[in-house]
């Protein structure tokens, strides 16, 4: 269900790590490198894997940079600049060397670190690591060098893109979440623009927020199109606050409480 993340039981972090670090490992690990990635795993058996990591990488890269426009400007993450991904043989091995706890679930820091060094870390057995974290944090990555750093945007359209590649969850936002409005509610957007997922203890208000992010990010794409979408996109890479880039994008909204107006009557007639 797409109220909690599909990687939840998975156990992989993105996090800042000096190049010295992977750069003693170097010698461990054998490499699959793409235009856009280098992939890193330790076992002949999971060339197949490190393969398929690659390509799909290569896709979410090509998927997301298309709809943003980042990839008609700019020729982003390639030669020594290419994004890592870490393939650990086993989840003992991924711990020793990460040293993450057991039960860590995922990244739970800003990602404008990454702008230094792009790594995603993961291991062989972590169920839904290509269809749901690789796209998620690829997400993350794109956006931050994109907009660059100091960018002041909400936390909910960061979270909202992130999930677009997601292919499984933006159908279960689409099928399901009409009906979570009408139950439980949603979250009024002035207190959407300043909410902190991640200081949330509330387990409803996180998953509502996390619904309804994919949901008004998809509503933008979907009812008034991607070359729209690109266009707003721009305007916050080119300096617009949130709500100023909105109304240069999308005449439709006036306002933030107009865009909301319309994301709700969208998802109430569903």
Known sequence: MFLQPKYIKIFLVLFFLPSLVFASEIKEWQQKKSEHFVVYYTLPDQDSLAGEVSRMAEHYYKVLGELIGYIRYENFWTWDQRALIYIYADQKNFMQKTGQPAWSSGGSA?????????????????????????????????????????????????????????????????????????????????????????????KNAVAIFYGQSLSMVDFMIKIYGADQFAYFCRQLRDGGSFEESLRRAYPAFSSLEEFEKKWLRYMKNK
């Open 110 to 202: 800003d990602h404008s670190y990454l702008l230094k060094n792009r790594v995603i870390v993961t291991y062989v057995q972590a169920d839904g690591f290509i269809d749901g974290v690789l796209p998620h944090e690829i997400t993350h990555l794109v956006m931050r060098d994109f907009w660059g750093t100091g960018k002041d945007f909400p936390q909910w359209f960061d979270e909202g893109m992130a999930q677009l590649n997601e292919t499984h969850k933006r159908d279960d936002v689409n099928r399901i979440f009409p009906k979570i409005i009408k139950i439980q509610g949603y979250i009024p957007i002035q207190v959407l623009q300043k909410m902190d997922v991640y200081r949330e203890t509330d």
